[in-house]
């Protein structure tokens, strides 16, 4: 998240260059110069400290709901369904790496060389709709840690409140705490830099490793203390691999935001080692939780201690409100969710920007306009509680599809196999057009500088992946990839049709 935040600054440096009256040729040098000096900065982790950003990148918010859809779905089905996820996401998210050149400082820059401006055009459309996505869900979460406590105090000074599950504005209740926290949080959307929020980012992940310690503690006590009724409210598989596939797949998403990650790396030839050790630890984690999670829930409903007025998408759902350990994980996921969040709507409003405006001036009132949008749009979802899980599978699922799948794999096999086509043949470079104005001055007013590139034919080449080609046959690996988004297909087909059963 730091990563994609750090880069967003970048785009806005590149932002005023492009605004500045100069020629093309000196706006690609400047912009040259600064990605040069952002990837400059970079190559100073070892590869522990890679293997853990690359973990902590997947680590998040979706913690908190698999307790429950291990319990529900299957505690066999999520095992098989992580690894199944989880080989694919490894593969796609090293396939980016392959590509990625060392000049190049994201997968934006390394998609518009090797596919063109229209699949970094839909890479970055995925990518604002998956960082709003991820704000609702940010916005719900928070919700639902803050209510809890504040009908705490609601209760101890006489105050009566709604339940969490009852749509009302007559009396204190949870759109009520909803608006709140917009008024709250939203001077912080106004901020144009993040600051401090960025130094204590990597603090947040304190929160989610208390939860998963929580999990698995109460696992284990629910196993001891109720065997059996742990055993009679447990699944261990059921049919509903869309939602699960779907949870996971956005888990285990870090396409997005794996470049920065990876270029940060001291040793750059162990960055497909470091990925594949950082999604194995994921899964790990995300399977403790999940099966401790499980038992812990089942123990729970086994006594009875769902807590009524709670959507029970969250393990914290199914304990009193009032448990001084509980008290302790809702503040902590509060306070993270609370840094991470204002870092979301940055990012997001960062990249839509540079699609709708392509960085060529700088959005004034449009500014504050969609920083009011976002808010009130993950404010509108909140009030209607619409369920957690849904968006959480259904944005893996759709989104999924795309940054996880086919981008990848388009990029993978377009590269490898595509005819290449140099770039006199199809495009003229700047230095072409220069010489020919020289030749030809009555012509320079008519010259349509943006249909020319000002990429050199080198700026073109990939890195060298003879190598690669030996490992595996054209069409082993063309039936290899394309059985691999198959998948991806099944399960956005899979989770729409669910949505509509």
């Known amino acids: 998240m730091a990563q994609l935040a750090q880069e967003a600054e970048v785009s806005q440096q590149i932002q005023k260059v492009l605004k500045q009256s100069v020629s093309k040729k000196e706006k690609k040098s400047l912009i040259k110069s600064i990605k040069k ?25 979706s913690t908190l709901v698999f307790p429950v859809l291990f319990c529900q779905s299957g505690i066999g089905l999520g095992i098989i369904i992580a690894i199944i996820i989880g080989l694919i996401s490894c593969r796609t998210t090293q396939l980016l790496i392959v590509h990625n050149k060392s000049d190049e400082m994201d997968l934006p820059d390394t998609l ?110 629910m196993l001891i203390t109720d065997h059996q009724g742990v055993v009679d409210n447990l699944k261990w598989f059921s049919w509903d691999v869309s939602t699960m596939a779907g949870t996971f797949a956005l888990a285990l998403l870090i396409q997005s935001m794996v470049v920065p990650i990876m270029k940060n790396n001291m040793i750059q030839q162990n960055n497909n080692r470091d990925i594949a050790i950082g999604f194995i630890w994921t899964w790990f984690v995300y399977c403790m939780a999940g099966t401790f999670g499980a038992f812990a829930v089942a123990g729970a409903l086994a006594n009875n201690q769902k807590q009524d007025g709670k959507s029970g998408s969250t393990l914290l759902d199914y304990y009193p409100s009032d448990n001084p350990l509980v008290i302790v994980i809702q503040v902590l996921l509060f306070l993270q969710l609370t840094l991470v ?92 057009v220069q010489v020919s104005m020289e030749s030809t001055q009555y012509l320079v007013d008519q010259v349509d500088f943006t249909k020319f590139s000002l990429n050199d034919e080198e700026d073109l080449k990939c890195n060298d992946h003879s190598e690669l080609l030996k490992r595996m046959p054209k069409n082993l690996r063309i039936s290899l990839y394309s059985f691999i988004l198959v998948i991806g297909i099944a399960i956005g087909i899979g989770k729409l049709i669910d949505i509509f059963k």
């Open 37 to 61: 000096s952002s990837i400059a900065q970079t190559g100073k982790a070892t590869s522990l400290q890679t293997i853990i950003s690359v973990s902590n990148s997947m680590v998040g918010t």
């Open 112 to 221: 518009q060389r090797v596919l063109g401006a229209k699949w970094k055009t839909i890479f970055n459309i995925s990518n604002v709709i998956l960082l709003w996505a991820s704000g609702i869900i940010y916005m719900i979460l928070i919700c639902n840690q803050l209510y809890p406590l504040i009908q705490i105090i609601c209760d101890n000074i006489g105050i009566k409140s709604a339940q969490l599950t009852e749509i009302t504005l007559s009396k204190l209740s949870y759109q009520w705490v909803g608006i709140g926290y917009t008024l709250f949080i939203l001077p912080m959307f106004f901020q144009k830099k993040l600051g401090i929020i960025l130094q204590l980012l990597p603090y947040g992940i304190i929160s989610v490793f208390s939860f998963i310690l929580f999990t698995i503690y109460e696992g284990i006590y």
């Open 341 to 432: 969040f204002p870092v979301l709507q940055f990012i997001t409003r960062s990249q839509f920007f540079g699609l709708i405006y392509e960085l060529k001036r700088e959005p004034k009132w449009q500014f504050y306009a969609f920083s009011l949008t976002y808010a009130i749009t993950c404010l509108i979802v909140q009030c209607v509680e619409v369920d957690l899980s849904l968006i959480i599978s259904l944005c893996g699922a759709v989104i999924g599809l795309f940054q996880e799948y086919i981008i990848p794999i388009t990029l993978h096999l377009n590269c490898l196999y595509a005819k290449k086509v140099s770039q006199t043949q199809n495009q003229p470079n700047y230095n072409q």
